[in-house]
């Protein structure tokens, strides 16, 4: 019996892990495992199973706890080791009381069996988190892992952390000076998160893997550029009180853009002249104080109309437009090729202003109207989109660009550091990390600085460890150290404490989806998954260097499976999700094993997702079911924290979520999918 085999189950006190024919896991359990181990210094009495009841159904209380114990014992033989009293069975009398008091006080006010909105949300799920005990049916032809003997460093784990965030801070700013817009932090972190799904390392930081795909994908362009002027989102096309604010927000900040590419037009024109000899370069004094004038705002708008926000962002050389925008407010300095110069320089020419002016001053005009029909609405904000965003974007292409430039160069720069320090790291030796356990929570600190894990985080990690690695006497005073860098390179991903504006990339799915796939389809393995959100003991993750020594096969894009059921939930990216797509439809197309695949992604249908689009077209879809965005929560992507080190928590889908499951011929023989199966999985999505 492992001293660990509580956690999953009461009844069955000898647990053995079964044979794997994936040769992932460095040792596995076996009937002369030691009942003595050093992890027993954890008490498991201790460990918080606040978020875990039973691992089927909750205890009526209808049976005593030595009852229960005896039946186990005679289920297991008699050779087997009498089992300890289990945590489940000192609470389950009290949580069945207390579901019986629950259900009198329901069937009191109404017949129809009331929703808890705790059960809906997963903070009272029966369902445990991971199990690691599912038979592993998956071959791999190609895995990349990490160097399960070696030991990370926490030193430079800690400088990366702190290089990255500088870098992402400057990031921030530069964009606020650039693009006057404060863009959110969490596009930061999806372009790391981008970063860790392209083919081929330009860099050897784990990650900051390939900074140049941030150029050669132009993702982080697209997401800089969308925001100019303002984004139009598919919803504020059918609700009205989203479409009238979406009105108003759009024609401040076109108003504010305006006045920016007319001021950077005439500095740029004045470049020009300057560079030119005097007899070319001079101008009449009317004409430069024409070169000087911005023009104003639209017909009938103030200052004030303008919103605060907006104008703020404004740099306070450029006053607030108080006057009707004028088409002819930039004059030609000297010629008119020295104007045809600047625009195409700035990328703002008189058409592209003339046919933005009069777009913007029909919407004024609507937004001055008491009431607007919301068919009236959705076609003006669906004409701005489509003529007036992409003129200002046109414009502010080139400073997109550069921001991505910039960020790519600081990003070699940082890779190029921690090179150096992780080589000078190396000859040091080995460096040491202090574990203590508190109530409820668990300290890691190595050189004075700590961070904090759930002590139900602790005991998973310890298990996946005792797996993949063992229990010798080494390797369990390396484990501080090896659970330190695998936390830190984490926290570092999802952008540190206590906002962690990335987490929600990384958000898994509820583990009852995954326990119903298991039984099932057979799925065992995941294809995108970290240890601290695994169901299952094998998977791959981005970071197979401090992931390896908690069962990680290494990076989805450097493994392939012959045969087996697999379940990949890619992270919320576009890059991510068409990354993964292609990866599994050249996983179907290599083999002729049976090979089964569960995929699920958020239902991104406007604009659509390339990589739903090719799964939704192949030929190995079996399946495809859609869970109801309101029917559905994801768990926070950092549940190894406590609850008061982050911000971040569960929270309902913002998509519909789809499940596709693709089979090739052989796959589709050994795992048939009946409509029982599929009726399951959309219950569990949602009804």
Not at 37 to 54: A, C
Not at 239 to 264: N, V
Not at 271 to 285: N, V, Y
């Amino acid at each position: 019996a492992h001293p660990f085999s509580g956690v999953h189950c009461t009844t069955q006190p000898n647990l053995k892990s079964p044979p794997l024919s994936l040769s992932l896991d460095r040792s596995i359990f076996s009937s002369s495992t030691p009942l003595s181990s050093p992890f027993n210094t954890l008490v498991m009495d201790e460990v918080d199973w606040s978020h875990i009841e039973t691992v089927d159904e909750v205890d009526d209380g209808s049976a005593e706890p030595d009852q229960k114990r005896v039946a186990a014992q005679d289920d297991a033989g008699e050779d087997a080791p009498v089992a300890r009293p289990s945590i489940f069975d000192r609470l389950g009398s009290r949580q069945g009381e207390q579901q019986q008091q629950q259900r009198k006080v329901t069937s009191k006010g109404s017949s129809k069996k009331r929703v808890d909105l705790r059960d809906r949300l997963g903070r009272r799920s029966r369902i445990l988190p991971y199990n690691f005990d599912v038979e592993n049916n998956v071959v791999s032809t190609m895995a990349q892992p990490g160097d399960a003997q070696a030991v990370p460093s926490p030193t430079v784990e800690e400088k990366r952390a702190e290089l990255v965030k500088q870098l992402e801070d400057q990031f921030v700013t530069e964009c606020e000076l650039r693009l006057a817009t404060k863009v959110p932090r969490a596009l930061f972190q999806r372009w790391l998160q981008s970063t860790l799904a392209v083919t081929g390392a330009g860099s050897t930081d784990p990650l900051l893997r390939n900074p140049t795909s941030l150029i050669t994908t132009k993702a982080m362009q697209k997401e800089l550029l969308a925001d100019v002027p303002h984004r139009i989102r598919a919803y504020s096309l059918t609700k009205y009180s989203s479409a009238r604010s979406t009105l108003g927000q759009y024609i401040d900040a076109a108003q504010m853009w305006i006045a920016r590419l007319d001021t950077r037009l005439a500095e740029v024109s004045s470049e020009i002249k300057g560079s030119l000899p005097p007899s070319e370069g001079a101008g009449t004094e009317d004409e430069g104080a024409a070169v000087n004038d911005e023009g104003a705002v639209l017909n009938g708008v103030d200052a004030a109309g303008a919103g605060e926000d907006v104008l703020d962002l404004v740099d306070d050389d450029v006053e607030a437009p108080t006057q009707p925008i004028a088409v002819n407010t930039i004059a030609a300095t000297s010629s008119a090729e020295v104007a045809a110069q600047a625009e195409q320089m700035v990328g703002w020419s008189e058409e592209a202003k003339t046919t933005v002016i009069d777009i913007i001053n029909e919407a004024q005009a609507l937004r001055d109207q008491r009431r607007i029909p919301m068919r009236v609405l959705a076609k003006q904000l669906e004409k701005l989109r489509d003529i007036c965003t992409p003129l200002f974007q046109e414009a502010v292409k080139s400073e997109a660009q550069a921001l991505c430039d910039n960020l790519v160069a600081e990003a070699q720069d940082v890779g190029a550091q921690l090179a150096v320090l992780a080589e000078q790291q190396a000859s040091l030796g080995v460096e040491l990390v202090e574990m203590e356990q508190h109530r409820g929570v668990v300290q890691l600190t190595h050189d004075g600085q700590s961070v904090t894990i759930t002590k139900a985080a602790l005991t998973k990690m310890k298990e996946l460890y005792t797996i993949h690695v063992g229990e010798s006497e080494n390797d369990v005073a390396l484990f501080p150290t090896r659970l330190y860098c695998c936390v830190v390179r984490y926290l570092t991903l999802v952008g540190g404490l206590p906002s962690a504006p990335g987490e929600n990339f990384e958000r898994p799915v509820a583990p009852s989806l995954l326990k119903q796939l298991s039984e099932e389809l057979g799925v065992c393995f995941e294809l995108t998954a970290s240890p601290f959100n695994c169901y299952f003991r094998n998977y791959c993750s981005p970071f197979g260097d401090v992931d390896v020594f908690f069962g990680s096969a290494g990076s989805l894009i450097d493994f392939e499976a012959s045969t087996g059921s697999l379940f990949c939930h890619p992270p919320a990216t576009e890059q991510g999700i068409d990354r993964a797509a292609e990866h599994v439809e050249l996983m179907l197309q290599h083999t002729q094993e049976p090979l089964s695949i569960a995929f699920v992604v958020p239902n991104w249908v406007n604009p659509p997702s390339a990589g739903i689009q090719l799964l939704t077209s192949s030929e190995f879809l079996e399946a495809d079911v859609l869970g109801p965005r309101s029917q559905h929560t994801y768990t926070t992507g950092v549940t190894f924290l406590p609850e008061d080190a982050v911000t971040a928590s569960r929270s309902q889908s913002r998509f519909d979520t789809r499940c596709l499951i693709l089979q090739n011929e052989a796959g589709k023989g050994k795992w048939p999918v009946t409509q029982a199966i599929l009726a399951r999985i959309q219950q569990c999505l949602g009804e």
